[in-house]
């Protein structure tokens, strides 16, 4: 006999059901716009970030102000489109701003050398609106160059953009990786698998480790050339993505 005992226990047990599974629903939904993915680089962003890290020790006193003056240059121009933000150490402001104007952003940094997009963080937005910055724990390129403010450098630059960092044990540069912005990348073997970045991390870890980071569905693996440069053969170095992956 089905009671009213026994009717208020099963619609008890109903109401409940449909509670958790709402909440398990709204809980997906919630870890989904969650979710990081990173963005192709062609897609509208709030600002370009750059480094006036250019050193003679490095580049060597023929070769420097060249250089100094080629990053000026690009900083000048992007800043009449968007906005820029330029890295520069506190001894070097006074020609920063003398080459690249007063549109261009300053922020006074420790730095080894110019090259931000290895150095630099990975942005990464989710669904609900929020930026993250990924800090890949850049070595040098493997230890190829001194980098003891370098390292450094995807900290700051979170810090100064006003994003959480997301931090990961691999290491890795920002060229490594090629993305159309909808789940695919393109990644060299050479670089990331290679021993003086990621020492015993097989493929399959490899992937299970990035993917979440960047939102990635798919991985095409380019063999690269290990040794052929200081990089070890990045993937911007190979190919860029055209259209949807």
């Known amino acids: 006999m089905f009671t009213r005992r026994r009717f208020f226990k099963a619609a008890g047990m109903l109401s409940a059901s449909v509670v958790m599974n709402a909440g398990a629903d709204a809980s997906e939904r919630d870890r989904e716009s969650h979710r990081w993915w990173m963005p192709d680089e062609g897609e509208p962003h709030r600002r370009t970030w750059m480094a006036f890290g250019a050193s003679a020790a490095i580049w060597g006193r023929g070769l420097l102000p060249e250089v100094r003056r080629n990053l000026a240059t690009l ?13 520069v150490r506190r001894d070097e402001y006074d020609l920063a701003r003398s080459l690249v104007g007063e ?10 050398d110019l090259w931000i997009r290895d150095t630099g963080p990975v942005f990464v937005v989710n669904e609900a609106g929020q930026k993250a910055a990924v800090d890949f724990n850049f070595n040098g390129w493997g230890g190829k160059q001194r980098h003891r403010w370098d390292r450094r450098v995807a900290d700051f630059v979170a810090s100064e953009a006003g994003v959480k960092v997301v931090n990961t044990r691999l290491v890795m540069e920002g060229g490594c990786i090629e993305v159309d912005g909808h789940g695919t990348a393109i990644i060299t073997e050479s670089c990331t698998l290679n021993r003086n970045r990621n020492p015993g991390v097989s493929k ?14 798919k991985i095409i693996w380019l063999p690269g050339i290990p040794g052929k440069d200081m990089t070890d053969g990045l993937a911007d170095f190979y190919a860029r993505f055209a259209r949807r992956g």
């Open 75 to 87: 900083a000048r121009t992007l800043a009449q489109y968007e906005p820029v933000s330029m890295l």
């Open 204 to 217: 399959a870890e490899f992937e299970d480790l990035l993917m979440p980071l960047l939102g990635l569905e």
């Open 103 to 112: 549109q261009v952003q300053l922020h006074i940094a420790r730095l080894d």
